[in-house]
């Protein structure tokens, strides 16, 4: 049931259509996969001008040191459609090669167009120095010391431009490859100065570059392979790879949740192991990348990676330890009313379409209040229509007692309903929750309260990490002032039923009432119950 069908003021009924991405990404071995299988091997010979590699049948082109493959496959063969690379990209591309430099797209936009998914962004890599890049386009700038890039302004867009004369060159990490890889005999230097690049990757899948002039993807990591096996390996050995950067194990996280690949032996072990690390990362560097596990569409699937591996209780200890009140095994496949809630996220968000962080963040904080203090859903419902609108209370009680579509009843967090027959007492049940998660908000930024969360289970990492800081909890907490403050003045209500997903980056507060009150009500409401919304 969406929320824009309960009443003229909310906008009519609209039935959510999921894009194909969201039916592909269920099944492990999805269509785009089985579509790499079928090409990684038989692929038409394409030769590099000027190359000297002998390249065989099969498009591979050498053998580094440790057995990788090179291959050069044809994009055509792979599927790759140029149309899923932004005008933007087009744009420092063309600005690039038409001055003689060679550019290519590198890491995981590759990937992503490999397995006919629309990247969240496009990394761009090109021979000419920061330099000469800067000289190129009217806007832009260098940026970054130790691992300087080129931000390329194209009107709203910024590109991120590499050099591959400035890339990895004196990092710690590119001192470690000599360890592991050595130069393969008889490779001409573009080939070499490519590979040099590609080790410098974290995952080989992400190891990937493509030209799509000659429109050639180059695999000297043998990334194609994994795609093809919806593997995540790391480039160099996990535990050296996690040490060097614990970055990388969010990022692994992030990705397997996002491709639905599994990740090898080598790295769940390392992963276990290493888990810890991650609390030496920035706190803003955490907020980053459970952001981009988050409100990038694959919500459900991050939480249920971050505690299968022992992660959960570390960044988000309250959520771990709802988790273990219920039972839930680190494999358990069964559903809760926390995941239900960012599945319901996910079916609104993608990649290209992520939401503002204060979205999921008022989601786990209005979650944490149900666990605290289970509710009669028809609260739920009115102060779900409350946030939507704007504070509007009477209206909100008004269309919630119209409604006649059950519940869903597996959850803990909500009661039976209850005599709430009276509008006053409804109302001050609802106002009463919107206090409740305001008061949650606060005790999700006091390191003392996460620090005890999991004091039940002594056998867990203790944890006391607060990442959000208090001016973005502060924002969260303005979605729910209007439902304690009552109709907010001016053009408060939200009409329509699309979401404008540029406002929803953003962290435009109508935009982000609007998706957080459709995400509560069809969780709490499933629209698959085929019954009708309203009794007559």
Known sequence: ??????????????????????????????????????????????????????????????????????????????????????????????????????????????????????????????????????????????????????????????????????????????????????????????????????????????????????KIVFDYMGGMEDIRKAKVRTVIPANVSFVDDCARILRAVRIAARLRFRFTREIALSVRELS??????????????????????????????????????????????YFASQGFRRRDERSNMLLSLFTNLDKLVAPNQPCHSSLWIAILAFHKALVDQPRDPLVIAAFSLAVHSGGSLFEAVEIARRISQPHDQSFDELFDPRDLDFNDALIDNVVDLAASVKAVLCKMTDPCYVSQAMSKYPQAPCSDLVFIPWALSLRVSKIFECVMRGMERGPVLRRGKKINYESLALGSLKEVRHVFARIVFDTIYPPNQNSKHFST
């Open 276 to 321: 810890s690390s991650v609390l030496r990362l920035d706190k803003g560097r955490i907020l980053m990348e459970m952001n981009y596990m988050l409100a990038f569409g694959s919500a459900e699937a991050s939480l249920r990676l971050l505690w299968r591996f022992g992660l959960l209780e570390i960044l988000l200890p309250i959520q771990a330890s």
């Open 1 to 214: 049931m969406a929320l824009a069908s309960l009443g003229l003021a909310l906008g009519s009924h609209h039935t959510i259509r999921l894009p194909l991405v969201f039916c592909v990404r269920k099944v492990r071995h999805s269509g785009s996969v089985a579509a790499v299988e079928s090409v990684v091997e038989p692929v038409s010979l394409v030769k590099e001008e000027g190359g000297h590699v002998p390249v065989n049948k099969h498009g591979v082109a050498g053998r580094d040191s440790k057995g990788h493959q090179w291959k050069k496959l044809s994009s055509e063969e792979l599927g790759i459609s140029t149309k899923l690379i932004s005008k933007p990209t087009k744009t420092v591309l063309n600005g690039l090669r038409r001055k003689g430099y060679e550019v290519y797209l590198v890491g995981g936009c590759v990937r992503d167009l490999i397995l006919k998914r629309t990247p969240k962004d496009f990394d761009v890599i090109t021979s000419a120095g920061l330099k000469e890049v800067r000289k190129t386009f009217s806007r832009c700038e260098i940026v970054g010391k130790r691992f300087p890039i080129c931000h390329v302004h194209v009107n709203d867009t910024i590109v991120e431009v590499s050099s591959f004369s400035t890339s990895g060159s004196g990092s710690k990490s590119s001192c470690k490859f000599g360890n592991y890889f050595s130069k393969p005999s008889g490779c001409n230097e573009r080939d070499y100065i490519r590979w040099r690049n590609c080790l410098q990757r974290d995952f080989t899948i992400n190891g990937l570059m493509y030209d799509p002039y000659t």
